[in-house]
């Protein structure tokens, strides 16, 4: 898919992006959906699920209809079918985010499973007087699971914080990462502030006292090339469904060496080698964490996304990406009483833009929105801790993709008028 698009707006200065977004949008079936009161439809929250192409839709139907069987097991074509698709799509998720090893790849239910199992195997070690390192503008996903490690093990908890501009505060990195600090764990890209954080130099201080990193990647392997043989991360995390893949699969990503030294989170069928009575012994990654039918259709389904992703080219996808962020946030400047949270530049800094509204709750915002066809997300996000270092209770958040056009951007600023006035904000 090539031929760069411009765009000429009323609004702002013309807008350049590599890819071709309408050619783009044509592989998006609900993108051409007009909702009730006549509106297209224009979705602004695919930090929270992307929508997905007929490519992958097509992949995961084939899949039931032609090669279901359970995978691993099954002795017969159906099944050797099955398993070399799950298989295929291990295949797949390495090459995309550049794991030297396909066995480096575990599959889970999502990225907070990913999280959990980092937090409960890496857990298992901790001990009182250790110490775990995370930031304040981390998913739930990524603090939940590490407060119940440090319960379950007397460890402390400590954490980055956040500076007004919407970056880590690292100016007290040298306290934070000290002998005691085990594991480091963090958001690759902020969900909430779209903040792009420092992962590598922060992992080189991290291994210089022997900690372990942990990274949610959920928003950065849709938007931008991923490398996670110079990453400097030691386990990394995301999910299929903002990836334009389905729903129920996320990746673990961990170097095999720290794999192979972890114990099982999940006990069931095929994470084992030899079950007895009295014990048993498990299996080598990725199938000791992959207790159970594993998500085979879904597997199938994330290999096609991926290969969707890759046919475009995630430069490409990452250009626009910055484009179209950097487009929002011109025109959401010029909303009267509007406050981003977050960077208000398109510098290191993802497609997730949170904002509050004087005079309005990001509920009523969403609601307005919602009756011209806007699709947006109001709330904390799950990042409830990085708005309470706003001293806010919840924002509203339009993000944007690979199909988000500078049109959708003019109807969202309009839209945003039309809250104001509705409401008789002054």
């Known amino acids: 898919m090539t031929g760069a698009r411009t765009f000429s707006s009323p609004l702002q200065p013309s807008f350049e992006s590599p890819l071709d977004w309408h050619t783009v949008r044509a592989d998006f079936p609900i993108l051409?959906?007009?909702l009730s009161g006549g509106y297209p439809l224009i979705y602004l929250?695919?930090?929270n699920s992307s929508q997905k192409p007929r490519q992958v839709v097509q992949a995961i139907e084939e899949h039931y209809l032609i090669h279901n069987a359970n995978v691993a097991r099954a002795m017969h074509q159906l099944g050797a079918e099955a398993t070399a698709a799950y298989e295929g799509g291990r295949d797949k998720v390495a090459a995309f985010i550049g794991a030297p090893n396909r066995d480096e790849i575990v599959f889970t239910k999502n990225a907070s499973e990913a999280l959990n199992l980092a937090a409960h195997t890496l857990g298992a070690a901790l001990k009182p007087g250790d110490e775990v390192l995370i930031t304040e503008m981390e998913h739930h996903s990524n603090i939940v699971p590490w407060q119940l490690a440090c319960e379950r093990t007397?460890?402390?908890?400590r954490w980055f914080g956040v500076t007004d501009e919407g970056r880590l505060d690292l100016s007290n990195i040298e306290e934070l990462i000290n002998e005691h600090t085990k594991v480091v764990s963090l958001t690759w890209v902020s969900n909430a502030l779209g903040t792009i954080n420092p992962i590598t130099d922060i992992a080189a201080k991290a291994h210089a006292v022997g900690a372990t990193v942990v990274v949610d990647a959920s928003q950065a392997v849709p938007q931008f090339p991923v490398d996670v043989s110079t990453l400097g991360a030691d386990l990394l995390a995301f999910?299929?469904?903002?990836?334009?893949?389905?729903t129920g699969i996320g990746v673990l990503w961990g170097r095999y060496e720290l794999l192979a030294q972890l114990p099982p989170f999940l006990g069931g069928g095929e994470m084992i080698e030899v079950v007895r009575m009295t014990g048993s012994t498990y299996a080598p990654p990725p199938a000791r964490?992959?207790?159970?039918t594993p998500p085979i259709a879904q597997a199938v389904g994330l290999g096609a996304a991926l290969d969707y992703l890759a046919g475009i080219g995630m430069d490409k996808i990452a250009a626009h990406e910055q484009a179209i962020t950097?487009?929002?946030?011109?025109?959401?400047?010029?909303?009267?009483g509007l406050t981003i949270l977050g960077p208000t530049e398109a510098v290191e800094r993802g497609g997730a833009v949170s904002f509050e509204l004087d005079g309005v709750h990001p509920h009523d915002v969403a609601t307005v929105l919602d009756t011209r066809g806007i699709a947006?997300?109001?709330?904390h996000h799950c990042a409830r801790p990085v708005h309470e270092r706003f001293g806010v209770q919840s924002s509203t958040r339009a993000s944007f993709y690979l199909y988000t056009t500078?049109?959708?951007?003019?109807?969202?600023v309009d839209g945003l008028g039309c809250v104001r006035s509705f409401f008789k904000v002054a």
């Open 326 to 336: 950097a487009y929002a946030l011109e025109g959401l400047k010029t909303v009267p």
């Open 289 to 292: 964490f992959e207790a159970g």
């Open 45 to 47: 929250d695919s930090a």
């Open 406 to 412: 500078p049109e959708e951007i003019d109807a969202l």
């Open 239 to 246: 999910t299929g469904h903002k990836a334009v893949g389905p």
């Open 154 to 157: 007397g460890a402390t908890l």
């Open 376 to 379: 947006v997300r109001a709330g």
């Open 32 to 34: 051409s959906r007009e």
